[in-house]
């Protein structure tokens, strides 16, 4: 179970993955890895295309339980430093572009694995700090079976 901290507008969350950072950065910047655990409480439940660099742009339609359920997210890579950082913006429905709402996940060597540092910040509300809370702690369960 990841570490939880949140404060008005803002997530942060800490886990520590049995897997080296190179790997664990590779599963945030692949297809094919990123759709296997992007989807809260659904693994494979996503579309992804991802053009992982600096300035790249990513699209992920995560499927819902119900036919024809999409929650679409879009974004852009501010920072791509592998296999340390990236920093993207987070544009879904319930965070409009209008908010400028930003992740940034850094990835560090722990202990023979990689701590995570999710931060999600500039969320419009409290239920969207609820909200997102559960769907990334839930990614980083399905991340961390993965990797």
Known sequence: MPTVETTPLR???RRTIAAPPERVF?????EALLRAFICPGRPGGARVTIDA???GRFHIDMLG?????VWPHDGEYLEFDPPRRLRFTWVSLACP???G???SIDFSAKG???EIVLVHERLATAKDVDGHTKGWTAIFD????VV
Do not use: D, K, N, P
């Open 97 to 99: 572009a209008e908010v």
């Open 26 to 30: 590779a599963a945030w910047t692949t």
């Open 101 to 103: 709402s930003q992740v």
């Open 11 to 13: 997530i942060e969350l």
């Open 65 to 69: 339980e119900e036919e024809g359920q």
């Open 53 to 55: 660099r600096l300035g």
């Open 142 to 145: 399905q991340l961390a079976a």
């Open 112 to 114: 023979g694995g990689t």
